[in-house]
């Protein structure tokens, strides 16, 4: 069973976030991560279906210069569905998510969310039977440092609770 810890609503100081509400019913979990060097996770389950993840994550590490190029120029205006070859210049970018075997992309584009643009890639991690749903912020301007946040649960789930994810998102308070 998993440990959780009662939370507010509100989550502050996590990257460029200042301020984000998080819906009823998510709590801060208390399981540990696998994460690795200088990465940090912060995981929030839904209490009742803790399946249900919002997540924010930096990877500890700046990714590499062509990647950072490609990702700085995709956030460009305007707001657009990603290409393929846009995707694959990106595969340095979306880790896991870059390999089809384990997830398969259902879609990517950009969007501006209180003026920060940002990248949303959405699919199934296929073995897991997960939809997930990820952020991607270009957190100093360079490219090369990029904080995630992002919604998995179950395939069967995911729809009953993304809405609130949504809702979450257009709560953010930029730094």
């Known amino acids: 069973m998993m440990n959780m810890q009662t939370t507010t ?22 399981r540990q991560e696998n994460v690795e060097g200088n990465s940090s996770l912060r995981t929030f ?16 590490y700046c990714v590499n210069e062509p990647t950072a190029n ?3 120029k995709t956030l460009e205006p305007p707001v657009h569905v990603l290409s393929e070859d846009e995707l694959a210049r990106l595969t340095d970018l979306f880790g896991d998510k870059s390999n089809s075997r384990v997830f398969s992309i259902a ?25 997930n749903c990820t952020v991607h912020l270009d957190a100093d301007g360079s490219g090369r440092f990029v904080q995630e946040i992002f919604f998995q ?20 308070e930029w730094k």
């Open 107 to 131: 879609g990517a584009r950009t969007e501006m969310i209180f003026g920060m643009p940002i990248l949303v890639l959405e699919g199934t991690y296929d073995p897991f039977g997960e939809r």
């Open 153 to 172: 649960a179950p395939i069967n789930r995911y729809l009953i609770y993304f809405s609130r994810f949504a809702d979450c998102l257009t709560s953010i």
């Open 9 to 30: 609503n509100i989550v502050e100081d996590i990257g460029q976030i200042r301020k984000i509400r998080l819906p009823d019913g998510f709590v801060e979990s208390s």
């Open 45 to 60: 389950c839904f209490a009742d279906d803790p399946d249900v993840r919002i997540c924010f994550f930096y990877r500890g």
């Open 70 to 72: 490609q990702f700085r």
